[in-house]
């Protein structure tokens, strides 16, 4: 029995011969009679149209074509844009502030009203190094300010840690926390909330590095009796060679994990060494990100604005040589640099006029 097999020319058959009954030959003779067939309803469709209407009507096909493909696009690519309106969602997705504050209460209050306003700020945590605890009347006065200042459906959280003069520690691990993401600043140390939500969108992207405004470096300077001495490079340092391999706590996000970590991980003989020492903290935990990820930190350019000079962590009040020691002894303590060198710097295209 002989088959009808489509060929060309939409609309004619021919009989085929025995040698076209092949399963291969067969598909595809069907796949052009498909084919074919759609051919043939464009050109009824063309036609019932009129030659008036014809490019009418394949504009509005490629218009549509076009919608889908933009719709779908992100999709395809793995883009998801930025949204400024996601740091303030629910379930830990906003960040908790941690702000360290010792002996500079008019700071404090303008900080704690500052970051009370950023939308995404879920909650604030104070942490009070001063041996005497804070007075009920700073904590009301706090208190009012994040209400009147808040602009969340829901107002942040707020709430003072309070240090023992044997316990100086910024980062001790904080109770019911509602967000993964930790931004550690002192209190003469005002981010503006656009930029502070910016640097927050570039930890979200990578949320087990640190991410922060203040870059530092280190590097080999020289070695002796086999014994290699690193000095520890400010900011002109950085500006100078392009490099850092560090941000500072004093304006930085972090997950709240390295809290755990910090406080109950990290060997004793270090957690020693800061406490007597006492200027090492933010160096320390420079080195157990890196060393819990092995990458480099991030630093985001952004304009913050300092306004103290008396602050704990104000590098003024640093002598190079007690930051020298501190890198030099917590290299010996981990028995390697975990520190990673990087030329990264995430960069805002919203206020940059020239790509």
Not at 335 to 342: A, I, N, R, S, Y
Request: hydrophobic share 40%.
């Amino acid at each position: 029995m002989s088959n009808l097999v489509a060929i060309r020319d939409p609309g004619i058959f021919v009989e085929g011969n025995d040698d076209l009954n092949s399963p291969a030959k067969q598909k595809a003779a069907n796949r052009g009679a498909y084919g074919n067939r759609s051919t043939l309803s464009l050109r009824r469709a063309i036609h019932m149209l009129g030659p008036a209407k014809t490019k009418l009507f394949l504009g509005f096909c490629a218009l549509s074509v076009f919608v889908v493909v933009t719709s779908r696009l992100s999709s395809w690519v793995g883009w998801n844009p930025y949204d400024p309106s996601s740091v303030s969602s629910p379930s830990r997705g906003g960040y908790t502030v941690l702000m360290n504050t010792w002996k500079q209460n008019s700071f404090l209050k303008e900080a704690v009203a500052h970051y009370a306003s950023c939308l995404g700020t879920d909650a604030i945590n104070v942490v009070w190094s001063e041996i005497q605890p804070p007075s009920e009347h700073l904590k009301t006065y706090l208190e009012k300010i994040v209400v009147s200042k808040s602009r969340r459906s829901v107002v942040p959280n707020f709430r003072f840690d309070v240090n023992g003069d044997d316990n100086f520690s910024r980062f001790k691990p904080i109770g019911g926390l509602q967000t993964d993401a930790i931004f550690s600043v002192d209190d003469d140390v005002i981010v503006p909330c656009s930029t502070l939500d910016f640097a927050f969108s570039v930890w979200q992207s990578a949320p087990f590095t640190m991410v922060g405004f203040v870059p530092r470096m280190h590097w080999l300077d020289k070695e002796q009796n086999d014994v290699a001495y690193y000095r520890y490079g400010g900011w002109w340092s950085v500006w100078r060679m392009g490099t850092y391999s560090m941000v500072l706590s004093k304006a930085a996000f972090i997950h709240w994990k390295y809290l755990d970590l910090y406080a109950h991980m990290m060997p004793l003989p270090i957690q020693d060494y800061i406490t007597w020492h006492r200027n090492c903290e933010d160096i320390a935990m420079s080195f157990l990100v890196a060393n819990a990820t092995g990458a480099p930190p991030i630093w985001v350019k952004g304009k913050i604005y300092e306004k103290g000079a008396s602050s704990i962590s104000n590098p003024k009040r640093r002598h190079s040589n007690s930051r020298d020691r501190c890198l030099n002894d917590l290299i010996s303590l981990y028995g390697t640099v975990p520190l990673v060198p990087t030329h990264f710097k995430a960069v805002s295209a919203k206020n940059e006029w020239l790509w």
